[in-house]
């Protein structure tokens, strides 16, 4: 298993965020999600501009396997969404944390004890595999 | 923890994700499932499928019950080696299952029927066996491979005992022989050539090292599903149950109905229904827009009526999603799917989709 990024916050959804230095969000899956969910062909991506409740269905990845949700961990509005995915879904396998990231919001604020920092979202990864 | 096939630590040593798959520990990919999908497709894979059930029949009068077991009609079978598919139906002409049955000699007919109906197929072959007394022997002892691609019987025949190679190599599609104590049989699952071939368990994790070896690739229970999908070829329990008559399932082709007076099991209810104006359709549908059509998604009719996908995924050779279902009766050849409570369109294609690496419908 790779090393984790240190510098994301992490969900029990498998779901990764990162801050960027505009107040806003991006979001993607881990490489645990992605490789758990195999080669990806499609990503439903929503509209940039709207709004997203914290828990809410944002966007959809699907597999050769299976489809599965991606929730907003924060509410906000979709700032930015990656077009790329829509031909290239397989981005996401290749580089979950870069070229593979799925939706940017604008947050009113982030409440980060709802989130896992790297060391507590890879002792449930360690878990997992026990 | 499930039943293992004498493959399962060959499958672990190559980085299988395991599953469960009928009470089985199956390797569902060992990487990527779309380039075990296209390994298949451009060169050649090999596929454990030690968990299929093989069941030898033998007696005098075992052709006699097989016309009356199954709906094909096994006289069809004038050489040996010669193989069949069909299916088994109840009282009521549902699927109890569709296996293939190899006529090896006139008292003895090799079946393969599904793993994961293992247990009823045996009950259901050995009640009906009994008024023909008919030996109904499992072979649980056996492991099966399956090697499939347009490369995959170049590469699988060093693995064949020099005796028999020239004998394998020249096997016509869709015939067996024995070959020592192995089975050999030019069939598969996945629209490519290839061979599926049975031997003794002691034998096959060598043989598999030798595939390997050979740059065979690996093929776990996900590419199967994506390769058998692409080439039309049903699922049990997917595109076809106990409820679900074979004429409601694409498998007319797999029912004889002459000679008139052969009555195999489910045949009353099946003729009747054979002229019904009503009976649903069977068909293959292209995703003209994007997104991917999954099992269970409803399937509307404009003006007729709704159906269902029993069979749908992405086909990693079109490149678009692609799916079975079974549909109301009617002349369209257009029709929408409910996914996430949107409508996307679909076109209803001539099947199968792909064959022998070339793809069959317009995209």
């Given amino acids: ?130 | 923890m499930g039943s293992k096939t004498p493959l399962y630590d060959k499958h672990v040593e190559a980085g299988a994700r395991i599953v469960d798959f009928g009470g089985w520990d199956m390797p569902l990919h060992y990487g990527s499932q779309k380039e075990e999908h296209h390994a298949v497709r451009q060169h050649a894979g090999v596929f454990d499928v030690s968990h299929m059930t093989i069941v030898d029949l033998r007696g005098k009068r075992v052709r006699e019950f097989l016309q009356y077991l199954v709906a094909n009609d096994v006289a069809r079978l004038k050489e040996y080696g010669k193989a069949l598919y069909t299916s088994m139906l109840n009282e009521e002409g549902g699927v109890i299952d569709d296996l293939i049955i190899y006529y090896i000699g006139d008292a003895d007919y090799r079946l393969v029927v599904n793993a994961s109906t293992r247990e009823k197929d045996l009950a259901w072959i050995r009640r009906q066996a009994e008024a023909f007394e008919v030996d109904v022997v499992e072979r649980a002892e056996l492991a099966m491979i399956a090697v499939q691609g347009p490369k995959a019987r170049e590469l699988a025949a060093p693995c064949i005992d020099a005796e028999y190679r020239d004998a394998a190599l020249a096997l016509r599609p869709f015939f067996g022989m024995e070959a020592g104590d192995w089975f050999i049989a030019r069939t598969g699952y996945t629209g490519e050539d290839g061979w599926e071939i049975v031997m003794p368990a002691a034998d096959v994790q060598g043989v598999w090292d030798r595939l390997l070896a050979a740059g065979v690739e690996p093929c776990g229970l996900g590419a199967r599903d994506t390769l058998r999908l692409e080439a039309a070829m049903n699922l049990y329990g997917s595109d076809m149950d106990e409820t679900i008559s074979p004429l409601e399932a694409g498998l007319e082709w797999t029912v004889a109905w002459e000679p008139g007076d052969r009555d195999f099991i489910g045949r009353a209810v099946i003729e009747k229904q054979r002229a019904s104006a009503d009976r649903r359709r069977f068909v293959g549908l292209l995703l003209e827009d994007k997104g991917v059509l999954r099992n269970h998604q409803k399937v509307v009719v404009e003006g007729i009526g709704e159906g269902e996908i029993t069979s749908g995924g992405f086909s990693p050779t079109i490149g678009r999603s692609i799916a079975l279902a079974r549909l109301p009766a009617g002349d369209y050849d257009r029709a929408q799917v409910e996914v996430r409570g949107k409508l996307l369109n679909v076109r209803i294609v001539k099947t199968p989709f792909v064959r022998n690496g070339q793809v069959r419908i317009d995209v």
């Fill in chain 1, 1 to 130: 298993m790779s090393e984790l990024p240190g510098d994301l916050l992490y969900t029990n959804d498998h779901e990764w965020l990162r801050r960027e230095d505009d107040g806003s969000v991006t979001i993607g899956i881990t490489d645990h999600a992605a490789t758990a969910l195999g080669d990806l062909v499609y990503v439903e991506l929503p509209e940039v501009g709207q709004d997203v409740e914290a828990g809410g269905e944002m966007a959809v990845v699907e597999s050769v396997k299976a489809a599965s949700d991606v929730y907003a961990p924060v509410a906000g509005s979709v700032a930015a969404v990656n077009e790329e995915l829509s031909d290239d879904p397989e981005k996401i396998n290749a580089d979950p944390y870069g070229d593979g990231w799925i939706v940017r919001l604008e947050i009113e604020g982030l409440d980060e004890s709802e989130l896992m920092s790297p060391d507590a979202y890879q002792q449930l990864l360690d878990e997992l595999d026990d």
